[in-house]
């Protein structure tokens, strides 16, 4: 093997700055050696050995552990010509080992503190066993939930989705990504990946550059521009007739030059390839030099660099400058992670962190939080720990799959507690726990709701648990029904008609259209997929050991055939309403069966004294908006505080409302606390008749509440010119 000669090089030296270290390595490297950090591979087999000794590999995907993670690094760090480290990246979704709720349940606790402590725990376990980058978080925004990957969003918001996007990405990358116990993030997937026709994984996204920038971009620039995320993935749509992996606009004009953005551009899995079949590209060469001119500094899995970006740039079709500028990039974040100094993991750190206590305190807490309680008639919840029976009915109620969700990391089934293990472990030793399968998530077989109803008509209250398994959503999952699989509601029904009263858990990825059972069944929490800690969170909240305070990141639609429906719409010339000829439905209402921001609890609160300090602003200026909140019943619960704003009349139409802030308080019985809100001009501004951001003198509508349709306050304030 032939080593450079100098051989105290500056690109070793930790006390340089990490510019002039990127700059000496550059200079040395060769141009294959280039392309090589530009290329990333999934798993580890004999070709990807051959081409790492020769310095062709920047990154792996999917290699873990320590053992695994240390054996390759080795190969880049002592047997490569330059000694250049890997990164390596996973899909630390919602947890590493510890699995918490999935994303859109813990955008569903309203509480970014709280999920920015579950990513930074992830963060932790997943570098102890030698991941340095995680694929996330996700930031797609999702008005459709045919789209299977609304489960790994925060849903439908701009606003919640981009305090969870900066959450996120601060609790994966710490405050310095250098630290052992950090990874560097992901946002993905750039850009508008939710915006898919018809709710189908993959497909085509056409969307306005107003809805572009209001709706999709928002999020990515909260994890770039103010979380400081280090890297970004480019997705696998066409926007707006440009693939999104070959698109200079949203790549580079956006990315860089209006954001600042001074990390990586990773493609998706085989993005770049892609390219060739969405049709802007009629060879590998071709893809190549459209994703790389438009920004895109890694192929992920595509083989694509590797092939063929030496002979461009020989050729002269890719500038040696645009390589260079892609492989500083990388280099930067390695140097950022410290990976040139310490390029390997020791063995005892992941024993210390993993599934440790309080990683699955943390776990539990998240779970309790992400649950929301749809309905809750007659106070049938919370249940009392000393009844005679209980049912837990369901085929998920002992299922250990699906509480871990799409995108489980490394989690175990084995280290998941089901509803019926919680349940068991909370009631009083005199309870009897009954259980029934009752039937199969899918499938049309009934040969179980006989022993289902007998189980329930034997006991006091049942509990159903039904839903999706885990693979019904995430990736390639979508749906064209939001109804229950199965016969599911059919059991529902079954158990319904004992005469026994009901408590519906669901656990899915999805709003689904829960129509029968909103009507009928007195009690419904959503949890989503909670994690490893399901049962035991499910059991708090039914037990009211804890009192269930999430609320809905989404719109929960009567039917699918209401969708798109999002809270924040636009008025139309006709608005909905009884009237034949406005914008309504024949055979359905117009209105969603649970509204975004929709929770409820098992206490009260009262709202009062709205004040609007001052009463106007000027458009660069700011206005606080207070009020009191009061628990007026007899338990400790979390109530989520929403502020809505209307711009009433703008020069381009805007929705009826917008969330532009929310606050999860605790109160104890009786207690009452003022909550305030600062707006400022950001909050006001949208973009206008030229397509730039602009904040318009008028009045502005303050609407605040319980959820987006339970308004309890409402006052406005008037915006003057400055
Ligand atoms: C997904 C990404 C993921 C990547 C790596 C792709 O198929 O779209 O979200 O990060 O695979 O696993």
Redesign the pocket.
Known sequence: MHRQKDVNPVYRDLSQPVEKRVDDLLARMTIEEKIGQMCQYSGFNEKHEALLRKGRVGSF??VTGVENTNKVQKIAVEQSRLGIPLIFGL?VIHGYKTIFPIPLGLASTWDPDAVKKAASIAAKEAASEGTHWT?AP?VDIARDPRWGRIAEGAGEDPYLGSVMAKALVEGFQGANLSHLDTVVACP??YVAYGGAEGGRDYNTVDVSERVLREVYLPPFKAAVVDGGAGTV?SA?NDLNGIPASANRYTLTNILREEWGFEGFVVS??NAVGELMSHGIAGTPAEAAKEAVEAGVDMD?CGDIYQKTLDQLVREGKVSEETVDEAVRRILRIKFKLGLFDNPFISPERAGEVILCKEHLDAALELARKSIVLLKNEGNLLPLKTNLDSIAVIGPLADDHEAPLGPWACLGDLENVVTVLEGVKAKVSSNTKVLYAKGCEIEGTGTEGFEEAAEKAKAAEVAIVVVGENRDMSG?AASRSSLDLPGVQEELVKTVLDTGTPVVEVLMNGRPLSISWSAEHVPAILEAWFPGIQAGYAVADVVFGEYNPGGKLPVTFPRTVGQVPIYYNHKNTGRPPSSERFTSRYLDLPYTPLFPFGHGLSYTQFEYSNLRIEPASMKVDGAIKISLDVKNVGDRKGDEVVQLYLRDVVASVTRPVQELKGFKRVTFEPGEKKTVTFTVSSRDLAFVGRDLKWIVEPGTFKVMIGSSSQDIRLTGSFEVEPS
């Open positions: 995907l999917n899909d694929f996700m993905k997937h993935m696998f998706d899995w992920m990736e």
